[in-house]
């Protein structure tokens, strides 16, 4: 896996990945087909979705830019 600063594997769940954002945390897992869907543990209903890795972390980061 390329090396993300606002993203890594999961210590607890094999297959997914941790996101970081505006001090949130998203559970990061495959959709299928290349998309991913990311879920803030805070707030069920705050998802994003995207095609590959490093289009999340782009998302992500673009979320917490003023």
Same mark, same amino acid.
């Given at each position: 896996? =390329?090396?993300?600063?606002?993203? /890594?594997?999961?210590?607890?769940?094999? $297959?997914?990945?941790? $996101?970081?954002? /505006?001090?949130?945390?998203?559970?990061?897992? =495959?959709?299928?087909? $290349?998309?991913?869907?990311?879920?803030? +543990?805070?707030?069920?209903?705050? +998802?994003?979705?995207?095609?590959?890795? /490093?289009?999340?972390?782009? =998302?992500? +980061?673009? =979320?917490?830019?003023?």
């Amino acid at each position: 896996m =390329k090396n993300y600063h606002n993203i /890594e594997q999961s210590a607890f769940r094999k $297959g997914e990945y941790v $996101g970081y954002c /505006e001090g949130r945390v998203y559970r990061i897992a =495959k959709l299928g087909g $290349g998309y991913w869907r990311a879920i803030n +543990q805070s707030d069920s209903t705050d +998802q994003i979705y995207a095609f590959g890795l /490093e289009a999340m972390s782009n =998302k992500l +980061q673009a =979320k917490a830019a003023p």
